[in-house]
């Protein structure tokens, strides 16, 4: 879980009102503690329809962020509108596939927020 990643003692959620990680008793039935124990999502699955120029204002992408997962796997296709901003300059900039015949599928990876705490 995300609590033992981040080396998080249970007691941190029980504060927060959260009994998902107190330890089980001799009595309890493990199946029935695994169940009620709390979850993180580590998966999330995003689609950003193509916006027409003139419906930009009315009808955005995303707003600019950063993402604060683990990683970020992107699948750009032709259409565009995936932009990566460059600290240095203080621009966004469009991420563009690499031209080819169509065949190739191609994926960028973004290194998140989570892996910056390192």
């Not at 009102?17 to 199946?31: I, K, M, Q, R, T």
Request: hydrophobic share 35%; with cysteine; glycine share 6%.
């Amino acid at each position: 879980s995300i609590m033992h990643i981040l080396n998080l003692p249970p007691i941190f959620l029980r504060e927060q009102g959260c009994s998902c990680y107190d330890a089980p008793s001799s009595s309890s039935n493990p199946l029935s503690f695994q169940q009620k124990s709390c979850s993180v999502d580590l998966l999330r699955v995003f689609r950003y329809d193509t916006v027409q120029p003139h419906e930009q204002l009315t009808n955005p992408g995303s707003s600019p962020h950063t993402d604060w997962g683990t990683m970020t796997i992107v699948w750009q296709d032709t259409a565009g509108g995936l932009q990566m901003y460059c600290h240095e300059h203080k621009t966004w900039n469009d991420v563009v596939p690499k031209d080819d015949d169509g065949q190739v599928i191609r994926f960028f990876v973004h290194v998140g927020d989570f892996l910056s705490l390192a």
